[in-house]
């Protein structure tokens, strides 16, 4: 089988798209999803945004390259769709979205100024690979800039049981469907083996600890934990019942209902600068 093929057999996404998934995907924005690329944009500049989902962080970085022009690609045609709509009722207009698969880009070499993915590399059957497609169709002296959560540096109070119970079983689905959710302190050493040898590498967070933000983030997951691909591929792999999600499930609802709580989410960060 060629290795393009086993790639994208093997390489399952996790969370899929239900609506649970795109709640978290829509909040994202290039301020909070991409500030450690956006000193280096300038107007002009044409962006490959990858893994773009529903589109939020692509429209923001096209609104910030009103002279350039940005290009959204997922895998998942359905989701573009709500994609292209989001980028309508926004006006934005230097914009466009397509079918793409990362190990195989359909685009020439040196076709972009900055290429971007947020939480892609962790899905993928071969990031190294897909980091090297991706410096392909930059040009000289532009940009590779990827930002991955590591799912093992994550950490909340208080410590309740079920929420180390998810953390273990979250691993073991996403391992098993052919991912690395530690992939945010691997970027770098990826960066490297694909060639790069400029690799600025950073990290920042994302916290949850107010009323709202408790409610919504243990919301979507707790949803998420029962309703989503993710809880099919955890029963359906043989990884956990369903009893054993709902009690997860509760855990999550019970961590949202704490005053006390407190959620940190650590993502790893490069921004890759292509040979001139």
């Known amino acids: 089988m060629p290795e393009d093929r086993k790639d994208r057999e093997?390489?399952?996404?996790?969370?899929?798209?239900?609506e649970s998934v795109l709640r978290a995907?829509?909040?994202?924005?290039?301020?909070?999803?991409?500030?450690?690329?956006?000193?280096?944009?300038?107007?002009?500049?044409?962006?490959?945004?990858?893994?773009?989902?529903p589109g939020t962080i692509t429209a923001d970085l096209a609104a910030l390259v009103p002279d350039g022009h940005v290009t959204g690609v997922d895998r998942e045609p359905a989701v573009l769709e709500r994609a292209r709509a989001?980028?309508?009722?926004?006006?934005?207009?230097?914009?466009?979205f397509a079918v793409a698969d990362v190990h195989a880009l359909d685009y020439p070499?040196?076709?972009?100024?900055?290429?971007?993915?947020?939480?892609?590399?962790?899905?993928?059957?071969d990031p190294v690979r897909a980091l090297?497609?991706?410096?392909?169709?930059?040009?000289?002296?532009?940009?590779?800039?990827?930002?991955?959560?590591?799912?093992?540096?994550?950490?909340?109070?208080?410590?309740?049981?079920?929420?180390d119970d998810w953390l273990e079983l979250y691993e073991r689905v996403a391992r098993a469907n052919?991912?690395?959710?530690?992939?945010?302190?691997?970027?770098?050493?990826w960066a490297l083996r694909a060639g790069f040898t400029d690799v600025t590498a950073t990290s920042s967070t994302w916290t949850f600890s107010t009323p709202e933000e408790r409610a919504w983030w243990s919301g979507l997951w707790a949803e998420r934990t029962l309703a989503?691909?993710?809880?099919?591929?955890?029963?359906?792999?043989?990884?956990?019942?369903?009893?054993?999600?709902?009690?997860v499930s509760e855990a999550w609802r019970?961590?949202?209902?704490?005053?006390?709580?407190?959620?940190?989410?650590?993502?790893?960060?490069?921004?890759?600068?292509?040979?001139a």
Not at 10 to 18: D, E, F, L
Not at 86 to 96: L, M, P
Not at 132 to 161: C, F, H, I, N
Not at 254 to 272: K, M, P, V
């Open 178 to 189: 052919g991912g690395e959710p530690d992939a945010g302190r691997r970027l770098k050493s």
């Open 25 to 53: 995907h829509t909040w994202r924005t290039a301020a909070n999803s991409a500030a450690y690329l956006l000193g280096s944009l300038e107007p002009h500049m044409r962006i490959l945004d990858i893994g773009c989902g």
């Open 10 to 18: 093997t390489a399952v996404y996790t969370h899929g798209h239900h």
């Open 86 to 96: 989001a980028a309508a009722e926004r006006g934005v207009a230097n914009v466009d």
């Open 228 to 247: 989503s691909a993710y809880a099919g591929r955890a029963v359906g792999g043989g990884h956990a019942t369903p009893e054993r999600l709902r009690a």
């Open 132 to 163: 090297r497609e991706m410096r392909r169709v930059t040009k000289p002296g532009g940009y590779v800039a990827v930002r991955d959560a590591d799912y093992a540096a994550m950490t909340w109070y208080p410590r309740l049981p079920g929420l």
């Open 109 to 125: 070499d040196d076709t972009f100024c900055v290429v971007h993915a947020h939480q892609v590399l962790q899905h993928v059957g």
């Open 254 to 275: 019970e961590w949202g209902r704490r005053e006390d709580g407190w959620f940190a989410c650590l993502h790893g960060e490069i921004l890759c600068r292509k040979e």
